[in-house]
Every structure is written in C-alpha cells, then in structure tokens.
Nanobody, 128 residues
Framework: VELVESGGGSVQNGGSLRLSCTASGFTFDDSDMGWYRQTQGNECELVGS???????YYDDSVKGRFTIAQDNAKNTVSLQMTNLKPEDTAVYYCAAGQASLFKLLVPCRTLYSGMNYWGKGTRVTVSS
C-alpha cells in the first residue's frame, strides 16, 4: 500500500499550487480521501476530505480557496490551492479511510479506526 504526494514547492503570497496523491495497493474506489497538514511540529490538522462530489469537507481556513477532487480512474486525489497565504505553509499529507471518522486534529501519520493509510507528505512554503 502506498500513497505518494507530489506538487509541493515554494510560492508567493496569493499564488497557487496543485498537490496530487497517487494511491496503490488498495481498492481506491472504496476509500474516502483526505488532506492533512502539519505546521512547525504541531499535530496534523484536517484540511479537507472527499467522499463524493456531494460530500466534501473543508476547514474554515481554506474554504473557497482549496478544492479536493478524486479521480478513481487514475487512483489519484488532488488538492488545488489558490490564493495561498503564508499561514498555509506546512507539510501536506494525503490520507485514506472513512471520511466521517477523520479526526480534525491528530498526530501526523497515526492510524486509528477510520484512518487506514497516510502518505509521507510534501512541503508547501508560501512567502510573503
């Protein structure tokens, strides 16, 4: 089983980035997907999750700026980030499990009931 994130990097305040997560080794269609982020050694906070186009969740801090999309044909989930701010600077992790059980705040890469897999993360830096 593997979740591999890509697309991180450095961007100016107000810029955009698109993160991708490619999954392998499990039935992607049966999994909900989520994106977490970790700032400065803190716990991971849930940025957003995707169960279906009609069932998504976004943290208030990213609503209207970030969009999650899942492509079952390609086994990928993306996080489109626009109007990035310095406070979005973090390591972003892809996760798979049951979205209704995703914890809003959790030690990064911790497995628990409803959380099955984590990626290794990709760093995003937003400069002012």
């Amino acid at each position: 089983v593997e979740l591999v994130e890509s697309g991180g990097g450095s961007v100016q305040n107000g810029g955009s980035l698109r993160l991708s997560c490619t999954a392998s080794g499990f039935t992607f269609d049966d999994s909900d997907m989520g994106w977490y982020r970790q700032t400065q050694g803190n716990e991971c906070e849930l940025v957003g999750s995707f169960s279906s186009p009609d069932h998504t969740y976004y943290d208030d801090s990213v609503k209207g700026r970030f969009t999650i999309a899942q492509d079952n044909a390609k086994n990928t989930v993306s996080l489109q980030m626009t109007n990035l701010k310095p406070e979005d600077t973090a390591v972003y992790y892809c996760a798979a499990g049951q979205a209704s059980l995703f914890k809003l705040l959790v030690p990064c890469r911790t497995l628990y009931s409803g959380m099955n897999y984590w990626g290794k993360g990709t760093r995003v830096t937003v400069s002012s």
